[in-house]
């Protein structure tokens, strides 16, 4: 099943998949309770690398040049790809609304562990596998977009030890989000569905020995949607950025 996302190496979308495996624990959540429950916690060191994974919303000044993927939740989404999100149950969507700060709360990070070694090395038998690995992430997180996009700072969320492989999904899980509009309204988010998923599809490698930095880099002010009833998180990932 896990082959739809490899088909997908060179592309960035959230939740483009329409098929979701089910989920591994009863929290909903795909990957080990803790970091700690890790598969690569069962492997020496010398076949782990390091994944230094950051969020952030660049500068106002590069909006012009950012293109936003597709949105998410599904639920938020009727249809395809890119659907509009009166499929949240709220009706007449009157599209992005600028806000002035734009709060999640994060409880949980994964990625999708697909190939074991370097995939890369044509000379070295790379076995596929299918496993969720679970980031060292402080419980919950809390981040501003708007003030990130402000400073053009990241936000760290942690460093974790991975199995040297490929990788071909990341997920994060947002238990609340709040944001404030142009007027000073501070407004609670609704978040479509149940499993309140960001999800990216895009393949990365982690190298044994060496770090890699991963940054999800939001577009907070195509994030907030207003319908006749309520405001909805319906977050954009413009990139992820891999160095």
Known sequence: MSIVFWQKE???FIDSIPLIRPANYPDGTMGPPSW???FAQTLPAYQKGQLA??????????VGNRKPTITLPPQ????????????SGGRGSQGPRAVISLTLTISKVEVHLAYL???QDKTVASPSTDRWETLNVPNPTTVD???LAATGNLSSLGTTALAAGRYTEVRLYVTSASATLEDGTVVTLTIPGNNNIVRVVRTFTIV???????TMDFDAQHS??????????KPVVAKLIEN
Do not use: R
Request: proline content about 8%; charged content about 15%.
């Open 10 to 12: 060179t592309e960035n």
């Open 145 to 147: 977009l708007v003030q």
């Open 36 to 38: 700690l429950n890790n």
């Open 208 to 214: 044994a020995g060496q770090t890699k930095k991963l």
């Open 224 to 233: 907030v949607i207003k319908t006749a009833d309520q405001y909805i998180l």
């Open 53 to 62: 994974f950051f969020v952030t919303d660049p500068p106002p000044s590069g």
């Open 117 to 119: 070694g370097n995939p």
């Open 76 to 87: 938020a989404k009727q249809g395809g790809v890119g659907g509009n999100a009166s499929g």
